[in-house]
């Protein structure tokens, strides 16, 4: 995983946005796991056409208050447990 990695969420992932918790959900067969707002801001830009480096640039402009290198680490961190778990490619 570096900078230019494109993160994309696998066929049998699913993100939606449910309207009873007011957030977004990551759906797989079976499973489901409940997102707080910045991972689903993450997971929002997750379609293979944005690299790392594009991700965090996006969230640092969204989230301007909160420290760049912040943003960088939860992306990260984010990216690579989804990967670990199968849900996400690194192109």
Same mark, same amino acid.
């Given at each position: ?18 309207? /009873? ?9 079976? &499973? !489901? ?8 801001? =993450?997971?929002?830009?997750? !379609? !293979?056409? *944005? ?10 402009? /969204?989230?301007? *208050?909160?420290?760049?290198?912040? =943003?960088?680490?939860?992306? *990260? ?5 989804? *990967?670990? &778990? !199968? ?5």
């Amino acid at each position: 995983m570096n900078e230019a990695s494109c993160p994309t969420l696998l066929p049998k992932t699913r993100l939606r946005y449910n309207r /009873q918790r007011d957030a977004c959900v990551l759906l797989w067969p079976e &499973r !489901g796991l409940v997102l707080n707002r910045s991972a689903g801001d =993450i997971l929002k830009l997750c !379609g !293979g056409h *944005h690299t790392l480096s594009s991700i965090v640039n996006a969230l640092s402009a /969204q989230y301007p *208050h909160t420290k760049r290198d912040l =943003i960088r680490e939860d992306v *990260h961190r984010l990216i690579r447990d989804l *990967h670990s &778990r !199968g849900l996400l490619t690194l192109e």
